[in-house]
């Protein structure tokens, strides 16, 4: 999680053009992270490891950015995780996409209005359209995220099936 947090707090500071920057492709890895640890362990220790992220991840972004890209950072990244979480728990019980997806689109909403709103507002620079072009790629990659979702709870799950009884 911390590894995600730094390395998108560094590549925000680098735009690929007047829509995007390259931190918009490596955050959303975040939301895989906590949806995958409250799948396996509950909200509870998903809370524990986004409190222990954002810790650390504001710490060091101090010396890898601005203060306040490391602050707005830190701010929007604890408030779209514990919506995230939240989120996901209580849609857990549905099919198995519904919860990483809809807990993913909210959170990257969130997330990308208080990053945006307190990182860049009133800077030079494009960062509305940064801030949508940001958005869309959170949401897309968000989707694309599924299959890995998918795959790793797939294995959890078969790790954790009780053994068939019957068998001789």
């Given at each position: 999680?911390?590894?995600?947090?730094?390395?998108?707090?560094?590549?925000?500071q680098?735009?690929l053009?007047?829509?995007?920057?390259?931190g918009?492709f490596?955050?959303?890895?975040?939301?895989?992270?906590?949806d995958l640890i409250?799948?396996?362990?509950?909200?509870?220790?998903?809370?524990?490891?986004?409190?222990?992220?954002?810790?650390?991840a504001?710490?060091?972004?101090l010396m890898?950015a601005?203060?306040?890209?490391?602050?707005?950072s830190?701010?929007?990244?604890?408030?779209?995780?514990?919506?995230?979480?939240?989120?996901?728990?209580?849609?857990?019980?549905?099919?198995?996409w519904?919860?990483?997806?809809?807990?993913?689109v909210i959170?990257?909403?969130?997330?990308?209005?208080?990053?945006?709103?307190?990182?860049?507002?009133g800077?030079?620079?494009?960062?509305?359209t940064?801030?949508?072009?940001?958005?869309a790629?959170k949401?897309a990659?968000?989707?694309?995220?599924?299959?890995?979702?998918?795959?790793?709870?797939?294995?959890?799950?078969?790790?954790?099936?009780?053994?068939?009884?019957?068998?001789?």
């Open positions: 999680m911390v590894a995600v947090v730094l390395a998108s707090n560094y590549l925000v680098f735009p053009n007047d829509w995007l920057t390259w918009a490596s955050y959303p890895a975040a939301y895989l992270v906590s409250n799948r396996r362990f509950g909200p509870g220790q998903a809370r524990r490891v986004a409190w222990l992220g954002f810790a650390v504001v710490a060091a972004s890898l601005p203060a306040r890209i490391a602050a707005a830190g701010l929007a990244f604890i408030a779209s995780q514990l919506l995230d979480i939240g989120v996901f728990h209580r849609l857990r019980q549905g099919r198995w519904r919860a990483p997806l809809v807990a993913t959170a990257a909403v969130l997330d990308s209005i208080v990053f945006w709103g307190i990182a860049f507002a800077t030079d620079g494009p960062w509305l940064w801030a949508l072009g940001d958005l790629v949401l990659v968000g989707v694309f995220m599924l299959l890995p979702f998918r795959l790793l709870i797939g294995r959890s799950l078969a790790r954790t099936a009780p053994a068939p009884s019957g068998t001789a």
